[in-house]
């Protein structure tokens, strides 16, 4: 596996890897014809846009020995005012293919990106994790991330959502 950092080229790859694991992973949390209807021509357009703006998030992606992209992660400046963006960076999104969950290539995603929210100077980082979704918060926590005991609801195709934030130092 390798994993880089990601060019506007990569958005197509992106897409696809951000529609399909959607698909998979909020299966249970979201309506069929929602994540039927995701496009990804639509996230491709969105994912141009972001790696091409002055202040575009970091994104690294992960390719198998066959160049193929099987998952990306996105990390930002902390984009509220809850926590101090200068010091908390954010796990922005982290998706893998499903055929690749379970072989190191989200824990290889999530050890680079923290590396790279390290390296920019951040102290601590944060995410957020729908509630439900009891393999994410699972990866989380073996990953050394712990919930903060904040909880915000978001509403995504007719549902109501709760998601948790997770947080970690960055330097121990």
Do not use: K
Request: hydrophobic letters at 45%; aromatic letters at 10%; charged letters at 25%.
């Amino acid at each position: 596996m390798q994993i880089q950092q990601a060019l506007p080229s990569d958005a197509a790859e992106l897409a696809a890897v951000h529609v399909r694991s959607w698909r998979a992973a909020y299966r249970d949390l979201l309506p069929r014809p929602y994540l039927d209807g995701l496009d990804v021509g639509e996230r491709t357009a969105v994912w141009r846009d972001r790696l091409a703006a002055p202040e575009r998030p970091t994104v690294l992606v992960a390719r198998d020995a066959d160049g193929r992209m099987t998952g990306f992660c996105s990390t930002r400046a902390w984009p509220d005012t809850d926590l101090d963006p200068a010091t908390t960076g954010e796990i922005a999104a982290l998706y893998v293919l499903p055929e690749a969950w379970r072989a190191g290539v989200g824990r290889a995603l999530l050890a680079a990106s923290v590396e790279a929210l390290a390296a920019a100077g951040f102290r601590e980082a944060a995410l957020w994790v729908f509630a439900d979704n009891a393999r994410g918060r699972a990866f989380y926590e073996a990953a050394g991330w712990e919930p903060d005991g904040t909880v915000a609801t978001e509403s995504t195709a007719g549902r109501e959502l709760d998601e948790l934030r997770y947080r970690r130092a960055l330097f121990t």
